[in-house]
């Protein structure tokens, strides 16, 4: 993991290891601002939440 996309830091504790859709990837919180993140965005792609299974919402598409 690289620099955090906040402030810079570069220490990160280990919140957990996989997600609800992504086995493979851990949820990090930097140790410098405290804001949580995945380790990877490269398995997120165009349409992943879109296409998740989740409740349908409306609203979603206003966000792009």
């Given at each position: 993991?690289g620099?955090c996309?906040i402030?810079g830091g570069?220490?990160y504790?280990?919140?957990?290891h996989?997600?609800?859709?992504?086995?493979?990837?851990?949820?990090?919180k930097?140790?410098k601002?405290g804001?949580v993140m995945?380790?990877?965005?490269?398995?997120?792609?165009?349409g992943f939440?879109e296409?998740s299974?989740?409740?349908?919402?409306?609203?979603?598409a206003?966000?792009?």
């Amino acid at each position: 993991m690289g620099k955090c996309i906040i402030c810079g830091g570069e220490e990160y504790i280990k919140i957990h290891h996989g997600t609800r859709d992504i086995e493979d990837i851990d949820v990090l919180k930097c140790k410098k601002c405290g804001i949580v993140m995945l380790s990877s965005f490269q398995q997120i792609y165009d349409g992943f939440y879109e296409n998740s299974g989740m409740p349908e919402n409306k609203e979603i598409a206003k966000l792009k």
